[in-house]
């Protein structure tokens, strides 16, 4: 049996949690800084271990797979003292501050022989796959236009880690990718891309809007802590359209003829939270002996993370480690 280690016990493992704890004994542990938090998880879990350092994790020879839960800024460093104990990873979204780091952990990876993926869970979801499969089919003809926008109102507390430089915080990073993986799936990430951010006193980025123009093909990204929009992906073809209510975790889409008539209701309610899918599809490239995944292919990983480093580039957004090795 392949058993996962959580590194980090705060808002995003819980979901993990929640979502693997459907099949006994493959969460086998948690580590937290504070062995107390580490504990108060295992208390609402069925996870053998509580570390209370993240080196105990890395340590433990019964963990297979560690779940890096963690803010960006940090995931470089706890993954790379995971692949010295040759643990396999999955890595919580975005994957790295950027594509240099992000190189340095597949290269890394290679060496040690173990798998790794980016824990980009809306490329797994059916409704993501399915909708997939319908527009390559051609039911809304060729892709024109794609606007998708996730923004909320945040935390916007200077030392948090959507605020913080050091943790890697800003908008782009947090929310933005899965626009951007949007219109990756469904449009193009090529030909002209013009944006505009509003910036935080800490240097990071607060709000996004990214247009892509790639010859008959047009895209609006907006991503942002500021307010509540609303949360939806509008994909328009030559003839139709589909709508996807929070695109990124997708339960349901609609597809419109170009008269305006719906003629599909795709709906796949999540078995648990919508984890369950990126966490079976780890479970199956490990009992396959798979390096990478092919719906997360570390290629796929780098791309967005160098679309991602020029937008930052134009802003002027970079992090206090990019200054420091730059
Ligand atoms: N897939 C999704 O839908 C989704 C949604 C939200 C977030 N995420 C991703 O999940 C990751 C974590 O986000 P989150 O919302 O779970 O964050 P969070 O609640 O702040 O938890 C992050 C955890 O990282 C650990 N950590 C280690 N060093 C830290 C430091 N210096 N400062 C702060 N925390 C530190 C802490 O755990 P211990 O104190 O227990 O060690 C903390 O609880 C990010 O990559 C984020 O983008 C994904």
Redesign the pocket.
């Known amino acids: 049996m392949i058993r996962f280690g959580i ?9 993990f949690a929640q979502a693997i704890q459907s099949t006994p004994g493959i969460m086998h542990a ?5 062995l107390k ?2 504990q108060s ?1 295992q208390s609402r879990y069925p996870i053998a271990k509580a570390y209370g350092s ?1 080196q105990d994790l890395y340590d433990d020879p019964d963990v297979d797979v560690i779940y ?8 470089y460093t ?1 993954m790379m003292a995971a692949l010295d104990a040759k643990k396999h990873l999955l ?4 994957f790295t501050l950027n594509a240099r780091e992000a190189q340095e952990v597949f290269d890394k990876a290679k060496t040690q022989n173990v798998f790794v993926m980016e ?4 490329r797994f979801l059916p409704v993501t796959q399915t909708l997939l499969k319908r527009v390559s089919d051609g039911i809304i003809g060729p892709v024109k236009s794609l606007k998708a926008t996730f923004s909320f109102a945040g935390d916007l507390r200077e030392s ?2 959507l605020m ?1 430089a ?3 915080g800003g908008a782009l ?3 933005g ?1 899965y626009p951007l993986t949007y219109a990756d799936l469904f449009g193009r990430l090529s030909g002209a891309m013009t944006s505009q951010h509003t910036k935080s006193k800490t240097g990071v980025d607060l709000w996004n809007k990214i247009e892509i123009h790639a010859g008959d093909f047009q895209a609006t990204l907006e991503s942002g802590f500021l307010d509540d929009k609303p949360r939806e992906a509008i994909i328009t073809g030559a003839h139709g359209k589909i709508v996807v209510p929070s695109f ?2 997708a339960e349901e889409a609609f597809i419109y003829d170009a008269r305006g008539v719906m003629i599909e209701h795709i709906h796949h309610p999540h078995r648990v939270n ?2 369950e899918y990126e966490i079976e599809a780890v479970i199956d490239a490990l009992n396959h002996h798979l390096l990478e995944h092919p719906i997360m292919p570390h290629a796929k990983t780098i791309e967005m993370l160098e679309h991602m480093d020029a937008i930052r580039n134009e802003w002027g957004v970079v992090y206090p480690r990019e200054k420091i090795t730059s």
């Open positions: 590194l980090g016990a705060g808002r995003i493992a819980h979901t948690v580590a937290s800084r504070d938090r580490a998880f993240y890096v839960a963690t803010p960006h800024g940090l995931h706890h890595t919580e979204k975005a824990a980009m869970w809306t948090g880690r913080n050091e943790l890697g990073l947090d929310v990718i990124w975790a919508g984890f």
